[in-house]
T-cell receptor, first 114, second 113 residues
Framework: GDSVTQMEGPVTLSEEACLTINCTYTATGYPSLFWYVQYPGEGLQLLLKATKADDKGSNKGFEATYRKETTSFHLEKGSVQVSDSAVYFC?????????????FGTGTRLTIIP | EPEVTQTPSHQVTQMGQEVILRCVPISNHLYFYWYRQILGQKVEFLVSFYNNEISEKSEIFDDQFSVERPDGSNFTLKIRSTKLEDSAMYFC???????????FGDGTRLSIL
């Protein structure tokens, strides 16, 4: 079945440091890939997405590139801020957005210290 | 921006009791989902719902669980006889056409005593 493996946390970085959170996946079809973010006390918010190989999703300074050859979708940001502290979830949907369940990774808790 | 809303934010229930978690999806969305997240674990799919019927359910979604869209706006998850292991955060999500990702509510924290 489908699965998502993401970097174990927690991750603690200083403000303005570079961030990479690794994510790899296993899927039977041609999945769409997502990063969701969960800020303290809130629900899951879509951060970025990519629907096919070599697509790059980007939002709020975060980027992730859909790499079919390595089955990866690593999340990157060049300079993190304290407000980026949250839990980040990598996820996939195996066909299209319409009616497919999301399969999530375990989440990575990120803490940015001033 | 339209939001998925869930009530209550926190529900405390005695083991063996029935509980109903409520969700109001975004108004023009057609596909609805429930997920749960046990403390410290990953978010797990429970069930998807379209056109007034379940389209897919996971192994977790056993006979104790049911979903309903009782009117044009609400989408509910019922757990008939709660167990301690049902304690988790339950998230509702919805999406519209095939080009839209799922939008999540803030969740209901269910605590079974």
């Amino acid at each position: 079945g489908d699965s998502v493996t993401q970097m174990e946390g927690p991750v603690t970085l200083s403000e303005e440091a570079c961030l990479t959170i690794n994510c790899t996946y296993t899927a039977t079809g041609y999945p769409s890939l997502f990063w969701y973010v969960q800020y303290p006390g809130e629900g899951l918010q879509l951060l970025l997405k990519a629907t096919k190989a070599d697509d790059k999703g980007s939002n709020k300074g975060f980027e992730a590139t859909y790499r079919k050859e390595t089955t990866s979708f690593h999340l990157e940001k060049g300079s993190v801020q304290v407000s980026d502290s949250a839990v980040y979830f990598c996820a996939l949907s195996d066909e299209n957005f319409g009616n497919e369940k999301l399969t999530f990774g375990t989440g990575t808790r990120l803490t940015i210290i001033p | 921006e339209p939001e998925v809303t869930q009530t209550p934010s926190h529900q405390v229930t005695q083991m063996g009791q029935e509980v109903i978690l409520r969700c109001v999806p975004i108004s023009n969305h057609l596909y609805f989902y429930w997920y749960r997240q046990i403390l410290g674990q990953k978010v797990e799919f429970l069930v998807s719902f379209y056109n007034n019927e379940i389209s897919e359910k996971s192994e977790i979604f056993d006979d104790q669980f049911s979903v309903e869209r009782p009117d044009g706006s609400n989408f509910t998850l019922k757990i008939r006889s709660t167990k301690l292991e049902d304690s988790a955060m339950y998230f509702c999500a919805s999406n519209g056409d095939s080009n839209q990702p799922q939008h999540f509510g803030d969740g209901t924290r269910l605590s079974i005593l």
